[in-house]
Each structure stands twice: as structure tokens, then as C-alpha cells.
């Protein structure tokens, strides 16, 4: 309930921020809204040894269109992506995303930054990007780089986040008026998906069939072959290797991708 | 004009809304100045032995006071279950040399600032030699692993004797049907998790806060685990945030704050984690049932028979004893020839089974109800039809049933065809017939439940149920209430409260309610049973008419008439002359010159048996097997309704409990006996998403038992919901194949059922 | 470390140890003990408050149980013992009496800041959207039925579109 004990530093630049990066190594971990991070460690599955917050760095914090693209900030917090006209309008797929994210309380803390950073492939966001075809843009004392969100999820909780780096922007494709689905199914409100499906031109995303939100590619050749939403939808769920819980067995999530699928190829939300 | 009866709003309100309810851990009180933090080290084994507990560590850690084994509470006696049960099963306040489920306490660590205690508790180092862990009924029947090795059994208790049943009782049926069904396990899980504040004074006592649901059980049970007579014991009851069964009497974990307190000469308190009342706190329900049920083809049922296994968990506590109360509802409603039961209670390397909402009697429901509906997929008759056909007729004169319930007075089929009205029944399955003919993918299920359960129990016939209360007039106008009852949500504030006021003419807010603190109220029987208005109102009541008695004696002297000619004018709170309304004199100056105070105690003459119906309509997506609850429609009859607002709110709360453990909530254990739903964001704790507005129907159908004429509400809601929600998403499938679905209908628990009754078809 | 924070309006400085939880903050320090906490997994919602900070509009609805008190530094913190400084009720208190919107009490106030934190984004909800505006807050005694129908009222009084205003710290 109680994080064991950390040092915490506001950064007050991304320079400052990436200088304590590099300072206190493996030891640190950066803060933004928290709510992926601080939940671990009140349950000291995670214990820094310091914190470093760029919750409130103006650089990291926005939305704006730059040629075909968005450009959101790191530490914008998923409330503003929900409810901000310009994704609503380009990337509406982005917004809805945000907005299934946890309860309201949770959206107005939780940053997509932190989100895509923390790559829980049950959690909204990965798969978002993942459909979207998006990039998070990373940024080191060496530079920035941009990974596409296909390599950025390399396993479970896990990215392609060099020691030293931060996530500073993500980037989605403007496509407004681009037909898409999205199905997150949960048996309670504000739970992770037992399985998410997002789709959007050809690409088709799914949360929790795995160790990161995975690509149904079976179902995307068949579509681009010429199949019908539902029999694209049959292949949803080859390739995957899903996880059990007290859930869901392997052989329900699977037929749940297939569905879920079926739903997001029809623009269904 | 009567206030009885009317939705006052509640006097305890202003203070809740704006500075908050002072909780156990909100408790500031110069007693507790200085007090240290204690803190439990829980084991994370299911079943195995202790080799060894080291300390050292801990003790190192920044602001340890103090940490402390078993081995170091030897003084404490040990806990032996209640004498019907196997008294070999008995166990250390904190575990020695065993441990028998996740959760259970090991060892204590004290800290001088709250924070510091998970540090240290992280320090403690426990050596356990696993064993292996017993999970499921059949194992723990079985007994080739022992929880208790002195018991030579697994099994606490027995209810009835399998030998005695009888091979017969079918043979009269044209139609009998059978299956094991599971009334699972689930978390009570009241917001406001376990806590203790304790402090000794230097006359020996132990004054201590404990967040219960009646000060005078939990001063004899802190007693009994302290070795203390009550007596030595202090119980304050602070604000209470919610209890639902679960904080009667008192934990080790209580016990075990008091210890440390006297040992180490401080004051010591404690609030659990959410974790730790997800393992710590007792679970409910949990009987494997198997029902048998026989009748006609004409729907006449002629024969009933339940078997149950209660799981106890890992210690004999209020679990094991709930078999007892399902089996005295066996019957339920209805006019069954012949009916038997039995049950067992074994011991499991899980959380020990308490009392939760209802406590035995909704799973006596949940059988019935079951089938009921089994029996009438069986012979193709629609369940409103089987139902009215085997109800109990009306009746005013208290009716016995085989298994020794008296029902006082009871209306049932009323309640089913008021409910089956407001439901709006036929058009609802008159769409369903017309969904299922266009091949609708979404299926519509309605569900039926009738009920009868029992409240105010007392202790026995030969120890009728009872309460006490005293009122008192102050010369300012004011009252003041004493009750032995203990209200954590239900408002016996305000209800007491209008009680006294349409006696005395005080106005409600003027009334000021006590109860919890055992210095002031030695005496009481809590609240829980659903048995605080029938008792502990009947006894303001009558307490306040006890008093206008003893102050019409008074108001004659001073009105130099004779009593016999004095009216009490409760408008204006004054006594008058008859026919002379200026020779009056105020009630509240009758007290000025000596108190005017009674005490009384009212006995009821037995439980009472609130009834009711309920309809549930829901629909299944047969794709993924997610249930949604479109609509619940209820009659919950508990007699006279002292106050809408109140009694409306006490059926919601146990609707929507009862409705969870139909469709969504579970506790749920791995074979290793790890808990896996031991956190909000696991177990499947109701949000507000989950369910609709529901929809509730008027009957007041009073009981002779008391003077107010009603029975206890708190409980109805639950026992009610979680039949006709489960019988509802077997119907949605019915069409299917389906005829069973164990509950919570979960979305992978229903697309099993859809596959399985396609690969039978 | 030290921290700045407005609470309920009143201006703090205060010395604190990084890892100390808001809500801890706010009942230990601040001596605010309305708001509870429930869980340990930022699941039900018994410690929400409003936070927000210099140039943030709004008061935004927070799990203090997951903000840390540094997080707050230099921010704005309204507790449900601040809704009403007056002495008497904000409209959404009011409404949760009128309706009977709570029993045990323990989930109230982090509900009615929720629901404040609710009507001040969408000042007229229908009953689905206040459902789901509370998905973030468990309550164990009502059902939900009264809390719903109370944050309904409080939306259609006559103080509906300013509910989620007068919260503001200094409104």
C-alpha cells in the first residue's frame, strides 16, 4: 500500500530530466501522471530508487498537427487526448482510446507517454498505437530516434526504451473520415481488457492475445485479399499465444479476438 | 399526523457529507496520543508448517518498536470452535507451528510512524515447510490431508445424518430431476476494511476501538481471546463503514492490538490493507449443494431433497454454523410433501467462511429457486406457473414447516403476481418469443425468485429474541436514546429517532441517538439478521411510552389532577387537562427537577419471516457470453415501513449484492490455495456500470410479533436478487439447451455453457 | 522535502518524505480526514479529491491515493471538507441527503467530489453517463440507485450548470 522509500526530483527541463537519467542510472525511474508506475510500487512490484518527474514540463505536454501527423505530447494526460477536437477529428480511434483508459480520476492523471512506457498488452493505448500505425519519437543526450509502434513493444512490460531515454512525443497518422472499430471487453467498468480489438485501414490490433499487443496479420492478409469482415475475423486469433487468468483460458481468448475482431471490421465501438 | 411511515431524511447526513464519518483510523482521542502502529506479517502459503520465524531483521528497521512470534503470545488461550463442532480444531490467536491459508497472520511487527511498517514487515523472515493445500470439496471431505491432525478429519461438523435419508422419496414422481450446483464464495468487502485502537488504563482495562456491528458481542469475544472477563473490557464503536456480516464479534488481529499495547505500555492501532481484507476478513457463502426435485407433470412438486458441503475455510468460525439456517429454509414458500436435508461443514486451506448478507438463508434460496426452475425446464411449464401452483396459500395464523420454522404471516403468491404485474411479465415474454424467432444474437432471459427468509432470531425458543433501549427528556426539550442496537449505514439515528418523536412530540432533530460504547450500553444484541427495527425499535418505542407513563404521573401532581384525567397532546409535547388545554404542563419540565429517564426491554415472541418476488431481465450476448442486467423488479415484504427512504435503500444495497454473486463476483483460489482475486482491480467488486436502476414494488404484509408490525428489510434485497439474476441468464439460454449455468454467470462461464449445449444438441 | 499546496483555499508549507501519498497528506498533515482509502490499487475511488494546478482549468477529479503530495506542489487541492466553506452544503451534498445517496458514509465523500469533478465536465448527464462518470467509485451499501438519482438532481437544480464551478478554490 506504502511505495518503499525513493528520492524525488522535478525536472524542470527534458535536458535536466535526461542529465538525471544518466546521473542516477538503472536506479531511476521517470514520473509523469504516475498511474501506471505508482500503483506498482504502492504494491512494491517496482521499487526506484528515485523518481524524476516531467509530469509538468511544457515541452511534453500538447497536441498539435505537424504535417500528415499528430504530435502528442509525452505527459498529456489521456483526458485531454479524449476530449481534444483536433484527435477527435484525425485520429478519432486515438480519442475513443484514451477515453475507454481506467475511470475519469485515472484519465485526468495518466499520460500516454506513461502508458505506452509501462506496455501493459492488456492496456488501451499499446494497442491503439499499434493500429494506428503510429511512432513515439525518443529522446537521449545522443538525440532523438523514432520507433514505429510495431518494434516499440518487445515484450512483456517491455520496450525498445534505451537506458537514458525518454519517451517525448507519439505520433499518429491524420486520417480523418478513416472508417474504424475498437472493442475492449471487460466484465466490469474500469477493467483491463480480457481482450481489445482495434482496426482501422487494413490493420487490426489486438490487446492481451500476448506478451504486447499483437498485430493480427492472418486476418489483415485476408482482408486485403478480399474477404468480408467475418471471415477475415476467423483468422484473428492465429499466431497468437494468449495468456490464461481467472478470466479467461486460452481457448475463450482466442474465440473472443475472432469476435472482437469481427465487431472492430464492422466500426463498431 | 404520524411521522411513521414517511421518508424523513437522515439526521446523520450533514456530518457524513462535509467533514466525513470518524472511522477506526480517523479516531483522535488523547487516550491514543502516542500510539504505535502494528502491523501483521500474513503467510503466503496455503497449507505448510513453520520452521521458523526471524525477526531480527525487522527489528533493525527504521522505527521498530517491537516485533513479536506465537511463540510470544503463548499467554493468549487458545480459540476453540463453538461445542457442536470437532474441538480438536482449535488454533493459537497467532499462528505456531502451522499455517493453514493465505493470509493468516504469523507475526507482528509495531512501528512509531505508520509508514515504516511495511519496511519492516518486508524484513521478516518466515521458513515454511509447505504441505499440500486442500481446495476442494471432495479433497477436504476425502481427508487424505488434514487441516487439524488431532481432528482425524477434515470435516467440523455434521447437520443430519446421510444414513437417515430417505431412498423413497421420489417414488411418487412422474418427473424427478438432480445436479450439483456451487453457491460460490465471494468477499463481503464493506469499504471500510478491519481496524483496532487499543489503550490500557491503569485500572487494568482495555478501552479499545473496534469498527463492529455490536459493541457487547465484541467485548465478550475480545475478552474470550484476551483470557479478560468482559468486565476488564471496553468496546467504543466509532463510525463504521459498512459490515454486511463480517465485523461481529472480534478478530485475532483485534486481540492482538491489545496485547501489544499492554506489553509495550502505548497505546497501538491498526487498519488492514485492502489485500489483507481481501484474505483476512472472512468470506461468505461457499456451499456445494446437490438439489433433487420431483413432482407431476401438472407442475406439482411432491418432493425435495438438498445436500450440502459448506466450506468453512480454514477455521471453524460463523461459517460452518450457517448449514443450520439453510436447512430450517429448506422449504422455503412453498407446500413441498416431502422434504429433507443435510449438510457438512469441512475445514479448507482457504479464508474462513463468516456470515455475509443473509448468512445461510439466501443459499437455501438459490437452491430452491434453482430448482424450481429445473424442474419446470423438466416437464416444459413455464417457472411463474410452477411457482403459483406450489406456493404456500395465504395465511394470518403463523404457519410451522416440517423443519421447524414458524412463519408468522405471509402473502406469497401476492408477492409473485405483484411483481410478476410490475415486471410487466407477459409482454416481456412475448419479446422474448418474438427475439428468438428473428434469431436475435443478444438473448433475452427473464428470471424468477420467490422467497420467505428469516430475521430476528433470537437464541433458541427457550431464549425469546429481545432488546433494550432507554430514553431520556432533558429539560431543554432534548432526548437522548440508548440502543443496544449498531447501525453502520442503516440510519437507526433518524429511525429511533422518529420513533420517540411520534411519542413525545420531540422533534427528530432534537432526538440524539448512543449506542456502541459498552460503559453506556452494557447490554444489547447488535445489528445484524435484520433484526434491529422488530427489536430494538419496538424497544424505543415502548421505552418511550414508558416514559410518558412516568411523566403523567409527575404532570398530575403538578396539575393537581388525578392521571386518569390528563391527555398528552404530542403536537405540542405537553400534558393537559382533559377538556382544559390552558391547565397544561411541557413534557421536557417534567424533568427538571429529577431525571426523567426509562429503560425497558422488549421481547419479541419469536423471528419474523419477511417474503417477497423477484423478477430479473437480462441479456446475454451469445458471441461472448457477457450478461448485462437490463432490469430487477422486486417485492420485498417486510411488513409495516417505518421509513420509505430508508427501507428503499437497505433493498437496493441487497439487491445489487445479491445480483452480483449471480453475474459477476467470486473469490477464486488456484489448486495451491492462492487467492487470485485479492485486490479491487481482481475481484469483480461492483461498479456502478454494472447495474440499472431498480425498480421496487410496495406490499406491506405486517406481523403480529410486534407492535409496529414489522420484520426485518436488510437482508431481503440479497436473498431475492442473486435466484432470479442466475435464473434469468439460464433462460436467456434455454432455447440453446442450456438448463444450468453455476454462478457468477461470467462471460467465459456462459460461452462454456453455449458450447457445451452445442456440442450436446 | 518542502512542498506548497492550496487546501481547501489555505495556503501550506509543509516538509514531507517523497513517497507520502496525498491522501496522507491531506488526513495526517492537513488533519482532512474525510477522504478514506479503500484499496491499494487506485480501484475504488473513497479518496478522491479535485486537484489542479496554475493555468489548469478546472478542478479535475484525482485518486489522491495515487498522486504523491509533491505532485501537488504548487497546485490547488479541494477537499469535501472545502466544497461548502459556509457551513452549509454544495448542491451535490444536498442532493446526496435529498435522495439518501449514502448509508455507511465511507465512499461519500470521494463520491460526491467525483460527481462534482463529473458535472463540472458534462453539467446535464444522462443516467448512463453519470454510471459511467462513477465507474471509478465503489460503494458497497446503495446499489448505486441514490447516488445516481442524487448527482441527477444536483445536475437539473437550479445551480446545475454552475455545480461544477463553485467548487473552483476561491469561486
Not at chain 2, 421420489?170 to 450446483?181: K, L
Not at chain 2, 418432493?303 to 454454523?321: N, T
Amino acid at each position: 500500500m506504502i511505495p518503499a522509500p525513493f528520492d524525488y526530483v522535478a525536472a524542470e527541463s527534458t535536458t535536466h530530466a535526461l542529465d538525471l537519467l544518466d546521473s542516477f542510472g538503472d536506479d531511476a525511474k521517470l514520473l509523469a501522471g504516475g498511474h501506471s508506475l505508482l500503483p506498482m510500487m504502492k504494491l512494491r512490484l517496482a521499487a526506484p530508487a528515485a523518481l524524476i518527474d516531467i509530469g509538468r514540463l511544457a515541452e511534453l505536454i500538447g497536441i498539435r498537427a505537424d504535417g500528415d501527423e499528430l504530435v502528442i505530447g509525452a505527459s498529456t494526460p489521456h483526458a485531454a487526448v479524449a476530449a481534444s477536437d483536433l484527435v477527435r477529428a484525425d485520429a478519432p480511434l486515438l480519442a475513443h482510446s484514451a477515453a475507454q483508459v481506467g475511470d475519469p480520476q485515472i484519465r485526468h492523471r495518466g499520460t500516454i507517454g506513461g502508458s505506452l512506457a509501462h506496455a501493459d498488452p492488456a492496456a488501451d493505448l499499446p494497442m491503439a498505437l499499434v493500429a494506428l500505425g503510429g511512432r513515439v519519437d525518443l529522446l537521449s543526450q545522443g538525440g532523438t530516434r523514432s520507433v514505429a509502434a510495431d518494434d516499440f513493444f518487445t515484450g512483456f512490460f517491455e520496450t525498445s526504451l534505451e537506458p537514458g531515454e525518454l519517451i517525448a512525443s507519439v505520433r499518429v497518422p491524420r486520417q480523418p473520415g478513416a472508417a474504424w472499430g475498437y472493442q475492449k471487453f471487460v466484465r466490469r467498468a474500469n477493467d483491463w481488457a480480457i481482450v481489445g480489438a482495434a482496426a482501422i485501414n487494413g490493420r487490426i490490433a489486438l490487446a492481451n492475445m500476448g506478451p504486447t499487443p499483437v498485430r493480427a496479420r492472418a486476418a489483415e492478409q485476408a482482408l486485403a485479399d478480399g474477404a468480408s469482415p467475418a471471415e477475415a475475423a476467423e483468422l484473428a486469433a492465429e499466431g497468437t499465444e494468449p495468456g490464461e487468468d481467472v478470466h479467461a483460458g486460452r481457448d475463450y481468448r482466442r474465440h473472443l479476438a475472432r469476435v472482437l475482431t469481427r465487431r472492430a471490421l464492422e466500426h463498431l465501438t | 399526523m404520524s411521522i411513521l411511515g414517511t421518508r424523513v431524511l437522515r439526521t446523520e447526513d450533514p456530518r457524513f457529507l462535509t467533514t466525513g464519518g470518524v472511522y477506526t483510523e480517523d479516531v483522535v482521542d488523547e487516550r491514543l496520543t502516542g500510539a504505535y502502529h502494528v502491523f501483521f506479517v500474513r503467510s503466503p502459503v496455503a497449507h505448510a508448517r513453520i520452521a521458523r520465524v526471524d525477526v531480527s531483521a525487522a527489528l533493525t528497521a527504521p522505527g521498530v518498536v517491537a516485533a513479536f512470534t506465537g511463540a510470544d503470545v503463548a499467554d493468549l488461550p487458545a480459540v476453540k470452535p463453538g461445542a457442536m463442532f470437532n474441538q480438536q480444531m482449535t488454533r493459537p490467536v497467532l499462528a505456531t507451528d502451522k499455517v493453514r491459508y493465505v493470509g493468516e497472520p504469523v507475526a507482528v511487527v509495531v512501528t512509531e510512524q505508520a509508514y515504516q511498517g511495511e519496511d519492516a514487515v518486508e524484513l521478516v523472515d518466515v521458513d515454511y515447510d509447505p504441505l499440500p493445500a486442500v481446495v476442494d470439496y471432495a479433497d477436504a471431505a476425502a481427508g487424505k490431508v488434514l487441516l487439524y491432525e488431532e481432528a482425524g478429519t477434515n470435516v467440523a461438523a455434521n447437520f443430519g445424518d446421510a444414513t437417515a435419508l430417505d431412498e423413497h422419496l421420489f417414488d411418487e414422481c412422474e418427473v424427478v430431476t438432480t445436479r450439483t450446483i456451487l453457491n460460490q464464495r465471494v468477499a463481503p468487502a464493506p469499504m471500510e476494511t478491519r481496524a483496532a485502537a487499543a489503550t490500557w488504563g491503569e485500572d487494568g482495562r482495555v478501552t479499545a476501538w473496534i469498527p463492529n456491528q455490536g459493541a457487547q458481542g465484541t467485548q465478550g469475544g475480545l475478552a474470550r481471546l484476551l483470557g479478560l472477563k468482559p468486565e476488564q473490557v471496553h468496546i467504543i464503536t466509532p463510525d463504521v463503514g459498512g459490515a454486511f456480516g463480517a465485523k461481529f464479534g472480534a478478530e485475532p488481529e483485534h486481540a492482538l492490538v491489545a496485547w501489544v499495547a499492554r506489553r509495550l505500555g502505548r497505546p497501538a492501532r491498526w487498519t488492514e490493507t485492502r489485500y489483507e481484507n481481501l484474505v483476512g476478513m472472512t468470506h461468505g457463502r461457499a456451499q456445494q449443494q446437490t438439489v433433487t426435485i420431483g413432482g407431476k407433470r401438472d407442475g406439482t412438486v411432491l418432493a425435495y431433497r438438498l445436500e450440502i458441503v459448506q466450506d468453512s475455510g480454514a477455521q471453524v468460525r460463523i461459517g460452518a454454523m450457517l448449514p443450520f439456517l439453510t436447512i430450517l429454509m429448506t422449504p422455503g414458500p412453498y407446500e413441498i410433501p416431502q422434504a429433507e436435508a443435510i449438510a457438512k461443514s469441512v475445514v479448507t486451506t482457504t479464508t474462513p467462511i463468516g456470515a455475509y448478507r443473509g448468512a445461510g438463508r439466501p443459499e437455501a434460496s438459490a437452491a430452491l429457486e434453482r430448482a424450481m426452475d429445473l424442474f419446470a425446464a423438466e416437464i416444459g411449464m413455464d417457472p411463474a406457473d410452477v411457482r403459483r401452483r406450489n406456493l404456500l396459500p395465504p395465511f394470518t395464523e403463523p404457519h410451522r414447516t416440517k423443519f421447524g420454522a414458524l412463519y408468522d404471516t405471509g402473502d406469497y403468491a401476492a408477492a409473485l403476481d405483484k411483481v410478476l404485474a410490475a415486471a410487466g411479465y407477459d409482454e416481456l415474454r412475448k419479446e422474448q418469443a418474438e427475439r428468438r424467432a428473428s434469431g436475435d444474437p443478444v438473448a433475452m432471459g427473464i428470471g424468477l425468485a420467490s422467497y420467505v427468509e428469516i430475521t430476528g432470531m433470537g437464541d433458541g425458543e427457550e431464549s425469546p429474541p429481545q432488546e433494550n433501549a432507554t430514553v431520556e427528556v432533558h429539560p431543554d426539550g432534548t432526548a437522548t436514546i440508548l440502543t443496544g442496537t449498531s447501525p453502520h449505514g442503516q440510519g437507526h439515528a433518524t429511525a429511533w429517532a422518529m420513533l420517540a418523536s411520534e411519542e413525545l412530540g420531540i422533534p427528530v432533530d432534537k432526538i440524539t441517538l448512543k449506542w456502541g460504547d459498552t460503559d453506556l450500553v452494557p447490554e444489547g444484541g447488535g445489528t445484524g439478521g435484520s433484526r434491529s427495527l422488530q427489536h430494538g425499535g419496538s424497544a424505543v418505542r415502548q421505552a418511550a411510552q414508558e416514559l410518558l407513563e412516568v411523566a403523567r404521573e409527575r404532570a398530575a401532581s403538578e396539575l393537581e389532577a388525578s392521571a386518569a384525567d390528563l391527555r398528552f397532546d404530542v403536537e405540542r409535547s405537553a400534558f393537559e387537562v382533559a377538556g382544559d388545554p390552558d391547565a397544561s404542563v411541557p413534557l421536557a419540565s417534567l424533568a427538571e427537577q429529577e431525571r426523567l429517564i426509562v429503560r425497558t426491554v422488549f421481547t419479541a415472541p419469536g423471528a419474523t419471516f419477511p417474503f417477497g418476488s423477484h423478477v430479473a431481465v437480462v441479456e446475454v450476448d451469445t458471441e461472448t457470453g457477457k450478461v448485462t442486467l437490463r432490469r430487477i423488479i422486486t417485492v420485498d415484504d417486510a411488513g409495516f415501513v417505518l421509513n420509505p427512504l430508508l427501507a428503499e435503500g437497505q433493498r437496493h444495497g441487497g439487491i445489487a449484492q445479491g445480483a452480483a454473486q449471480a453475474f459477476v463476483e467470486e473469490v477464486v483460489y488456484d489448486s495451491d490455495g492462492n487467492p487470485l482475486t485479492a485486490s479491487f482491480a481482481d475481484y469483480p467488486f461492483l461498479s456502478a456500470t454494472e447495474v440499472p436502476s431498480f425498480e421496487l414494488a410496495d406490499m406491506q404484509t405486517r406481523t403480529s410479533y410486534n407492535p409496529l408490525g414489522v420484520k426485518g428489510i436488510g437482508e431481503a434485497g440479497s436473498i431475492g436478487a442473486t435466484p432470479a439474476v442466475q435464473n434469468a441468464v439460464v433462460d436467456a439460454l434455454a432455447h440453446l439447451g442450456v438448463r444450468h449455468i453455476d454462478m457468477p454467470a461470467s462471460p467465459q462461464r456462459v460461452w462454456q455453457a453455449i458450447q457445451a449445449a452445442k456440442g450436446n444438441a | 522535502m518542502q512542498v506548497e499546496i492550496t487546501v481547501n483555499g489555505q495556503q501550506r508549507s509543509d516538509d514531507v518524505e517523497p513517497r507520502l501519498l496525498l491522501v496522507h497528506y491531506l488526513r495526517e498533515v492537513c488533519g482532512l480526514r474525510a477522504a478514506n482509502v479503500g484499496c491499494d490499487t487506485t480501484s475504488c475511488g473513497a479518496c478522491t479529491v479535485l486537484m489542479k494546478g496554475p493555468g489548469e482549468v478546472g478542478g479535475e477529479s484525482v485518486k489522491s491515493c495515487t498522486v504523491l503530495a509533491v505532485q501537488a506542489n504548487g497546485r490547488q487541492v479541494t477537499t469535501a471538507e472545502g466544497l461548502a466553506p459556509d457551513g452549509g452544503l454544495h448542491p451535490v451534498q444536498a442532493a446526496f441527503r435529498q435522495e439518501h445517496g449514502l448509508q455507511c458514509g465511507f465512499c461519500t465523500p470521494g463520491m460526491v467530489m467525483a460527481a462534482v469533478g463529473l458535472l463540472s465536465e458534462n453539467p446535464h448527464p444522462t443516467e448512463a453517463e453519470v454510471r459511467e462518470g462513477l465507474e471509478g467509485n465503489f460503494c458497497r451499501c446503495t446499489g448505486y440507485h441514490n447516488i445516481v438519482r442524487a448527482v441527477l438532481a444536483a445536475a437539473s437544480s437550479a445551480n446545475g450548470a454552475a455545480v461544477g464551478e463553485r467548487a473552483e478554490v476561491g469561486a
